[in-house]
């Protein structure tokens, strides 16, 4: 019952159609870039998703956090690459993340 | 079919009523002083409101976002407006702030 | 009618079952440590709970502070020391922190 | 003796210069749309500068807040204006802020 | 050599001087309301400094920290406390305030 | 002329030892987990000491930035790939992570 999923793609789909159309050229400037700076390069992809992910987590985002699991499982992250990536950010961010850590989790069962 | 900014505005009343019925002297000044900030003076109210409309954007916060909007939506705040000031707080505030324009674009979608 | 409380609970102790049971032994110590820190020392307990609280708050995560009060309230923190400690919250982090001293208020009234 | 101010422009020119030098096509990307969505368009640029200066003082970054002072200044925001923003950034950021509301004299004071 | 303790003092007061003297009302009653918070109630006012603290901490602000180590050595805590409560901060925050336990340290080894 | 670095680990090794011996058995465990996350697992340690740098860039912290700049470099990450983390971070992160790119670089350089 991926219900968590589901209902973030949904208004994800919505809002960002609504911010283009409605935003200035400079947003979708900004949204371009957005995607631009995940494109496999120097770094692969899955790794920059991965940097994208701990970044999410420390800033405690839960919808951006969601996006990136999302990215990274299609990117062939595995369940042990996974944990050692949320061992990092409950390290660098502390206690505060592990609400996160429990969304990050509950996304991942969704997943499975 | 206005649900967020109703529930919002609902919640918000019953527990500031809540909160200054059961803090102390220091609470209500500085829930007092929070009003006060936002007069109209060398910066138009107008102005005032559109600084912490950005302010709670790059914050990360929902609800302050959702009450800044109302604010600044009655006093006149356009549409190109608000959105060159959701512009600054992206750039400024990065992707982890894109979830939020997406908040402030549903309240503007609730109000219009 | 306690359902922010419960619902906390129930997810919260789901997830955590699942974050240490697909974890690291890193994750499992992490979450044994977080326990460790808050046990009766030179600072009491109670005390502790109160730091735990207010970090909380200017941190503004909801689901760290239903925990921090849950605690504080079991080891006899009265409502006018509650009070106090969401002054400290709101002059140290600002009106920004006021939408988690409306949560905060919401998980005491819901214990009384 | 402007030396705060000086030794900030000596040292942003220079790594800018080597940011730009040594990055991708995306780091100029994101430069140049840092300086686009400062232009005047529905807000003034002087407007948007209060925007970024208030963001910034929130967010707690001295040499954005340096930055953002500078440019208003160059566009006549007036010694009331700036106070009047510095009180928004203090009541929505709280007392974490007031270091920079100090670091944002001096600037003011090096200024005039 | 206190030569961190005393840099800090001699800008704090300067500067504090020159925003009251240029600011608004509201500025001089956010300070004051800052002063108030902490006055002795139903916490003691050595708890209500260790909350700071701690605050301070995990909003990795040294100049607040510096304040506060030394508001809270004023009222008493023993070395013992301080420890404990920057492992407080330590797990709430993460790896990211230990620079802040570090500029900590370093101040109470002035005082010592 | 490599000055920021060993000015950062001088302050850095001689705090250190005065946090571990004047702390609690759980300072020294938080400081042993630190260590412990990084290690070579599911991810490589390159690839986890990135995590760790795009973490602190995004959390806007020059000392963490310095120290996994400096573990980075060990590990062979080279020019391209800072360059692309430093565009995750930027992205993510925002404009306010540019004074904190400026001193990465300032570190790079140094290093080279």
Do not use: Q, W
């Amino acid at each position: 019952m991926p219900d968590k999923i589901d209902a973030f793609n949904e208004f994800r789909t919505d809002m960002n159609e609504s911010i283009l159309a409605k935003g200035t050229r400079e947003t979708k400037r900004f949204f371009n870039l957005d995607g631009a700076v995940y494109r496999e390069g120097a770094l692969s992809k899955k790794t920059k998703e991965l940097l994208g992910l701990t970044a999410s987590m420390v800033l405690r985002c839960n919808d951006c956090i969601t996006y990136h699991i999302l990215e990274c499982h299609e990117r062939g992250v595995t369940p042990e690459e996974f944990s050692e990536a949320f061992d990092v950010s409950l390290i660098v961010g502390g206690s505060i993340v592990i609400p996160h850590v429990r969304h990050a989790r509950s996304i991942l069962n969704e997943l499975s």
